[in-house]
């Protein structure tokens, strides 16, 4: 499987942004799309965007405009998430997920970002 680790969360005001990175290692050559999730207090996970191994990217209607998801190549070592515009409904652990066909899916721990003035 693969292992990933979030880092780049944090508090923020209303309005600023936050960059999230997630470092993949292990057997990363044939993971077939990676995605962003997120989880809010009390509330189930939920799907923010995914990027392909061909690159196309696709976002929940809730961060379309605001978030961009992207990589640092197309071997996948690197996954990152452009946060703008940040709103407090934003808040949430955010959690990085890399899917295999072959292998299914890997989690990271996650990472905290907090929207609040």
């Known amino acids: 499987q693969v292992q990933l680790v979030e880092s780049g969360g944090g508090l923020m005001q209303p309005g600023g942004s936050l960059r999230l990175s997630c470092a993949a290692s292990?057997?990363?050559?044939?993971?077939?799309?990676m995605r962003w999730y997120r989880q809010a207090p009390g509330k189930q996970r939920e799907w923010v965007a995914t990027i392909t191994s061909g690159g196309a990217t696709n976002y929940a209607d809730s961060v379309k405009g605001r978030f961009t998801i992207s990589r640092d190549n197309a071997k996948n070592t690197e996954l990152y998430l452009q946060m703008n515009s940040l709103k407090p409904e934003d808040t949430a652990v955010y959690y990085c997920n890399a899917y295999q066909a072959d292998r299914g899916n890997s989690w990271g721990q996650g990472t905290q970002v907090t929207v609040s003035s």
């Open positions: 292990g057997s990363i050559f044939s993971i077939n799309y």
